[in-house]
């Protein structure tokens, strides 16, 4: 009998667990399936493994509350109509789907992301000196750096002066052109410039920029006059010019990143100033696009790199007369932090690869630092495009590669906004020579430490026949920064630096 009773006991224990656990599984089972109905309804579905514990709980849920309707945002009533529509005035989810999806997330994301190993960095490189840049009495925010052959000037944007500065190749400001707003970008076409104006700097979402036209004199050097082409554009953060619809008349591709409300397309602008807008997405967080023929038919397809929600690169094939079809190409979970792309050659097939940086971490007060930051490269095969390669550097936020060095080889030139500050080996640039080879050698750069760099350009600045590089200071900016690095960026004036190559 007592046999019996302790069979009966441990059947009921059994059955006990086996309840808990199948009620566990059921759960498991019903967060991933909610995660992948709700989660993804305007992004690509983010992992439990991207963020951990602390970010998922302190940052991520409660902003997707106020998008799924269940808090309700402040002052919603008095909101303009386009940006009451981001935020739904009754829930989307109940508050049990919500529990059960939140629940699958923390429970299986990390408590903190594993850091990966340090690069082995051997030192400073002697491939490049540094030539500053400098502006007493400002603070630096550089907001784009390019240089013009035509000219052999590098142009700055400052967006505290609302100005462009004109530079020489020795780091003197030769002409300052006032833009009327914080410029974010300048597309050049002989003689003139074609600079947009943000309207404001910080994030927004008002109507307030405009695409600024420099046209430099011919007969009287260094004078140039300026004239709003385009206004009305959602904090424009990039240009292009090219005739996208084969008429003889260049058309301006802009992205208008906004902030919560953005778009990407074209216009047209006719000889008396008539503007017509050709839209190719309504989606916010368009980066920087590329021009370039991916098919070989001769038309002039585009790529464009979106930020915010919808983290991705998207090819508009031109199927003539103005038209394009679109197809995601690549796509990112929205903690990827994309922010920057290239076409690049980097084999030997003539197809074009993609340079791609991840590294964007100013969503947080007290950003988690990301494994997966860094740079890679994707190639084009007939299933699809595929990374290729990965080069982890924390915060990066620009790459270039080209055969910096004169040996034949491809380097990689990087550098980060969001530097890893708390390990003291932090890198803010970065110089791989010969990147493709089992001799590739990791370097930093002399006077990386002079700025935070959120923008660059290469080109023979010296011509001198080997490819220098400009890097542009934006000094302030979110993100942990020791006291004393924070006053050298802000105080010395230095708002860029030139580094020119040494190889020649």
């Not at 000219?151 to 030769?174: E, K, M, P, R």
């Not at 990386?448 to 026949?465: I, K, T």
Request: charged fraction near 20%; include cysteine.
């Amino acid at each position: 009998m007592m046999n019996v009773r302790v069979a009966l006991i441990a059947v009921m224990i059994f059955a006990g667990f086996a309840s808990h656990d199948c009620l566990a599984q059921k759960a498991i089972a019903d967060g991933k399936r909610l995660a992948s109905t709700y989660c993804q309804s305007c992004h690509v579905q983010p992992s439990p493994e991207d963020l951990d514990k602390t970010t998922w709980v302190a940052k991520v849920f409660p902003m997707m509350r106020r998008y799924m309707g269940l808090d309700p945002l402040p002052q919603h009533d008095v909101l303009p109509h386009d940006l009451k529509a981001l935020y739904p005035t009754s829930p989307m989810m109940t508050e049990d789907e919500w529990f059960t999806v939140a629940q699958w997330y923390i429970d299986n994301a990390p408590t903190t992301l594993e850091p990966p190993p340090s690069v082995n960095v051997r030192g400073v490189t002697s491939a490049f000196t540094h030539v500053p840049v400098k502006r007493l009495g400002t603070i630096p925010m550089t907001t784009f750096a390019t240089y013009d052959a035509t000219s052999s000037s590098i142009l700055l944007g400052d967006a505290l002066s609302n100005a462009l500065y004109v530079v020489d190749a020795q780091g003197s400001i030769t002409n300052t052109v006032p833009v009327g707003g914080p410029p974010s970008h300048v597309a050049l076409r002989g003689r003139k410039w074609y600079v947009t104006s943000m309207g404001k700097l910080l994030p927004h979402d008002s109507a307030v920029g405009a695409l600024i036209e420099i046209a430099w004199s011919a007969d009287t050097p260094g004078t140039s006059t300026t004239k709003t082409l385009i206004d009305s554009l959602r904090r424009p953060t990039h240009v292009l010019v090219e005739d996208l619809n084969g008429d003889g008349r260049d058309d301006f591709l802009i992205c208008e990143f906004g902030n919560l409300i953005g778009q990407f397309g074209w216009y047209e602008v006719s000889d008396d100033g008539r503007t017509k807008y050709h839209q190719l997405s309504p989606l916010p967080g368009a980066i920087r696009a590329v021009i370039h023929d991916m098919n070989g038919d001769r038309r002039p397809d585009i790529l464009v790199q979106m930020a915010q929600s919808r983290e991705s690169i998207v090819l508009y094939t031109n199927t003539g007369g103005g038209k394009f079809s679109s197809r995601e190409i690549l796509s990112f979970p929205p903690s990827r932090g994309s922010s920057s792309f290239r076409l690049v050659n980097a084999d030997s097939d003539p197809a074009m690869e993609i340079l791609y940086t991840a590294g964007d971490n100013g969503d947080y007060d007290l950003p988690p630092y990301k494994p997966y930051h860094g740079v890679y490269i994707f190639d084009q095969t007939p299933s699809g495009w595929k990374q290729t390669m990965f080069q982890r550097l924390d915060g990066a936020y620009g790459a270039w590669l080209a055969d910096f060095s004169g040996d034949g080889k491809d380097d990689l030139f990087s550098f980060s906004y969001f530097p890893r500050f708390d390990r003291g080996d932090y890198d803010l640039v970065r110089f791989d020579q010969d990147v493709f080879t089992t001799s590739n050698t990791s370097w930093r750069v002399s006077g990386a430490s002079l700025g935070r760099w959120l923008v660059s350009d290469v080109a023979d600045v010296d011509n001198d026949g080997d490819l220098d590089v400009v890097l542009g200071n934006v000094s302030i900016g979110p993100g942990i920064v020791p006291d004393d690095q924070a006053v050298t960026w802000t105080s010395s004036g230095v708002i860029a630096v030139i580094l020119r190559n040494m190889t020649r």
